[in-house]
């Protein structure tokens, strides 16, 4: 099952018009594949998250 990664919720669920515009500014906050809290770091030059089971995404 994929999850949001701006509220955390399956994708399959409706309403992720807002998220999907949150994530055009900001970092994903939560794992695409496990739904788990990342920690992100936001540098002048982009953006880090890091899941604990899955390693880390940059921009």
């Known amino acids: 099952m994929d999850y949001c ?3 955390g ?3 399959a ?3 992720h018009d807002r998220c999907a515009a949150r994530a ?3 970092p ?3 794992c695409e594949q496990c739904r788990r809290r990342m920690v992100v ?3 002048p030059r982009g953006w880090s998250a890091r899941c604990a089971e899955h390693g880390t ?3």
């Open 9 to 11: 919720e399956p994708t």
């Open 24 to 26: 055009e500014l900001e």
């Open 41 to 43: 770091q936001v540098v």
């Open 28 to 30: 994903p906050r939560y």
């Open 5 to 7: 990664g701006q509220c």
């Open 57 to 59: 995404i940059t921009s």
């Open 13 to 15: 669920a409706t309403g």
